[in-house]
């Protein structure tokens, strides 16, 4: 009698154990996804429209735009004149330089090599801010995505100037004055 009792015990006891055990594992599985979840940090490399950029398809970087703006109501699709020019040796090291502005088109002079060798976010950056310049006119006084430096921008920092730059929070457009200078200026600097 005692011997089965002291075996239902230790059924008893390894049915305990067990299931102390399953219940313990889940939760760690569950702590695990937590953790995993929390791991994936937003950047530009895993950000659904900047992960689409390709450096030597600079096209890829107006699509970007284009889709960038629709998210804040901004229709770009009609604008279909959009030309880059490669050239190498930039004034100052520049990588690129918007010659579109206070005209109908967009047209970006770049010096490939210095571009691709920015981060991804550095491009995407100075990519924003000439088309800035060519479909907005926008001038560097808004600050922000407009500001005259070319810097490493932080991703979240980014898509907040993004967002102010495309609600109109922070873009100044050129005077008609500042946009005559910067005809003649352009007509001189192409011819
Ligand atoms: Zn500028």
């Not at 995993?36 to 390709?54: H, V």
């Not at 810097?151 to 495309?166: G, K, W």
Request: charged share 25%; glycine share 6%.
């Amino acid at each position: 009698m005692s011997k089965i009792l002291f075996t239902f015990l230790i059924k008893i006891f390894l049915f305990l154990v067990l299931f102390i055990q399953c219940s313990g594992g889940s939760d760690d599985n569950d702590l695990k996804g937590y953790l995993q979840e929390e791991s994936i940090i937003p950047d530009y490399d895993n950000d659904p429209i900047y992960s689409k950029a390709n450096a030597r398809n600079l096209t890829s970087f107006w699509d970007i735009f284009v889709e960038s703006a629709s998210l804040y109501g901004k229709d770009l699709s009609n604008i279909t004149d959009i030309e880059f020019v490669s050239e190498a040796d930039l004034a100052g090291g520049t990588a690129a330089r918007a010659l579109g502005s206070c005209h109908d088109y967009v047209k970006i002079q770049v010096d490939e090599t210095v571009f691709r060798n920015l981060t991804l976010g550095e491009q995407l950056f100075l990519m924003y801010h000439e088309f800035g310049h060519d479909v907005f006119n926008a001038s560097h006084d808004g600050g922000g995505l407009m500001a005259p430096n070319v810097r490493s921008v932080e991703y979240t920092l980014f898509q907040r100037e993004v967002e102010d730059f495309f609600t109109g929070v922070d873009y100044i457009e050129w005077t008609d004055e500042e946009c005559d200078i910067i005809r003649e200026l352009l007509k001189t600097e192409t011819q």
